[in-house]
């Protein structure tokens, strides 16, 4: 099993950054594939980016494209979310989840607030 801790979200104005870190218990964290989801008031939970294992290969929504990067540090059982150019529309409760290989993901962080003034 894995525990996720997801932190660094807050409040930016339109046109801010922020820096989302997900740390993660237990010795097998470098075999989950990891993803950042983001649910707004209202709005169904969805899928914000994903990663590798290795972090070789990483996916992500249309809407944040060119703006979110993810990235992941297995030495230090974390995973990043740089939002970059950040809108209103961005705003949202921010989770991480991890997947065993071939699984949904089966664990979830606990979430962080983003919130994006205009």
């Known amino acids: 099993q894995v525990q996720l801790v997801e932190s660094g979200g807050g409040w930016v104005q339109a046109g801010g950054s922020l820096r989302l870190s997900c740390a993660a218990s237990?010795?097998?964290?470098?075999?989950?594939?990891m993803g950042w989801f983001r649910q707004a008031p209202g709005k169904e939970r969805e899928l914000v980016a994903v990663?590798?294992?290795?972090?070789?290969?990483?996916d992500y929504a249309d809407p944040v494209k060119g703006r979110f990067t993810i990235s992941r540090d297995n030495a230090k059982n974390t995973v990043y979310l740089q939002m970059n150019s950040l809108k209103p529309e961005d705003t949202a409760v921010y989770y991480c989840?991890?997947?065993?290989?071939?699984?949904?993901?089966?664990?979830w962080g606990q979430g962080t607030q983003v919130t994006v003034s205009s």
């Open positions: 237990g010795r097998t964290f470098s075999r989950y594939r």
């Open positions: 989840a991890a997947a065993n290989p071939g699984y949904e993901y089966g664990y």
């Open positions: 990663i590798s294992w290795s972090g070789d290969s990483t």
